[in-house]
């Protein structure tokens, strides 16, 4: 098993929870999912459990929602917490894109994406290992300099 980690942004972890689904995309990234299980830890950054667990309640997928729920009882599955030091990395990362026109979202928009970077950031430096963030938004994760693919380019496996 490797040291490094994988962190899931919300459209990973949104096809993950969908056992509905018979869109051959979402029945392939559950495959990647699992396959990764195998090698690598698999964290969920609580910022992307609450966009994909805010749509599952609102749009009442019960079924999605206790699939959600059960990801930390699989092996080698937890949460990464938002600390202040990833908020205020945030924020900076937030300020910097700003001034060179990087903008990713409104500006009164609390900006998920920039707090995926820096959770994965914080959680790299304090872990002292690498940390993988796999989605479908590769190019707006990216800017902040963050280890990003998406989650079905395996260029990055080892």
Request: a negative charge; hydrophobic letters at 45%.
């Amino acid at each position: 098993m490797s040291n490094e980690i994988i962190l899931l942004d919300s459209g990973p972890l949104g096809a993950i929870t969908n056992l509905n689904s018979k869109k051959p995309n979402i029945i392939k990234c559950q495959a990647w999912f699992y396959s990764m299980l195998e090698h690598y830890i698999v964290l969920i950054p609580v910022i992307n459990d609450y966009e994909v667990r805010r749509e599952l309640i609102h749009q009442k997928l019960d079924i999605s929602l206790n699939r959600l729920n059960n990801l930390p009882n699989l092996d080698n599955v937890g949460y990464l917490p938002i600390t202040t030091k990833i908020m205020l990395k945030a924020a900076q990362l937030w300020g910097w894109a700003r001034s060179t026109g990087q903008s990713t979202a409104q500006s009164a928009a609390l900006d998920g994406d920039v707090i995926l970077a820096a959770t994965a950031i914080i959680a790299a430096q304090e872990l002292e290992t690498r940390v993988i963030i796999a989605t479908t938004n590769v190019k707006d994760l990216q800017r902040y300099h963050t280890d990003t693919y998406h989650w079905d380019d395996l260029s990055w496996f080892t």
